[in-house]
T-cell receptor, first 113, second 114 residues
Framework: GDSVTQMEGPVTLSEEAFLTINCTYTATGYPSLFWYVQYPGEGLQLLLK?????DKGSNKGFEATYRKETTSFHLEKGSVQVSDSAVYFC????????????FGSGTQLTVLP | DVKVTQSSRYLVKRTGEKVFLECVQDMDHENMFWYRQDPGLGLRLIYFSYDVKMKEKGDIPEGYSVSREKKERFSLILESASTNQTSMYLC?????????????FGEGSWLTVV
């Protein structure tokens, strides 16, 4: 079945550092890939997505590229801020799947001033 | 703006009680979901519904049931709460169709069973 493997946390960075959170997946067919973010005490919200190979999703300075050859969707940001402290979830959705999303286990990011 | 509203943010219930968690969405979405979130385990799907009165089991349905009598409302029911059901519960909704559709989440309900 489908699965998502995420870099384990927690990750602690200083403000303005470069961020990478690794995500790899296993799926049949051609899934869509997502990054969701969960700020403290809140639900999840979509950060970015890519629906086909070589697509790059971007939002709020974050980027991720859908790499079919390496089955990866790594999240990157060039300069993190304290306000980026949150839990980040990688997820995939397979075409034709009514259940929609399969999530990774989440990566806790803390950015220190 | 898209809105998924969960009726209770924080609940404390006793073992054996029947618990209702309510969720309402205002986007006319066909699909609705209940997830459970636990540290180190990520999000696990309990049940989902793709139409009124239709439901399917997710990965961890044991000890839970659901009800969808109206399109906008999806309820999660714990028939007899147990301490191992202490968790954060997240409701979500989405349009039907392709795999690229965004799923929208509520803010979550923290349930403690004592």
């Amino acid at each position: 079945g489908d699965s998502v493997t995420q870099m384990e946390g927690p990750v602690t960075l200083s403000e303005e550092a470069f961020l990478t959170i690794n995500c790899t997946y296993t799926a049949t067919g051609y899934p869509s890939l997502f990054w969701y973010v969960q700020y403290p005490g809140e639900g999840l919200q979509l950060l970015l997505k890519a629906t086909k190979a070589d697509d790059k999703g971007s939002n709020k300075g974050f980027e991720a590229t859908y790499r079919k050859e390496t089955t990866s969707f790594h999240l990157e940001k060039g300069s993190v801020q304290v306000s980026d402290s949150a839990v980040y979830f990688c997820a995939l959705s397979s075409s034709g799947s009514a259940r929609q999303l399969t999530f990774g286990s989440g990566t806790q990011l803390t950015v220190l001033p | 703006d898209v809105k998924v509203t969960q009726s209770s943010r924080y609940l404390v219930k006793r073992t054996g009680e029947k618990v209702f968690l309510e969720c309402v969405q205002d986007m006319d979405h066909e699909n609705m979901f209940w997830y459970r979130q636990d540290p180190g385990l990520g999000l696990r799907l309990i049940y989902f519904s793709y139409d009124v009165k239709m439901k399917e089991k997710g990965d961890i349905p044991e000890g839970y049931s659901v009800s969808r009598e109206k399109k906008e409302r999806f309820s999660l029911i714990l028939e007899s709460a147990s301490t191992n059901q202490t968790s954060m519960y997240l409701c979500a909704s989405s349009e039907t169709g392709g795999s690229g559709n965004t799923i929208y989440f509520g803010e979550g309900s923290w349930l403690t069973v004592v």
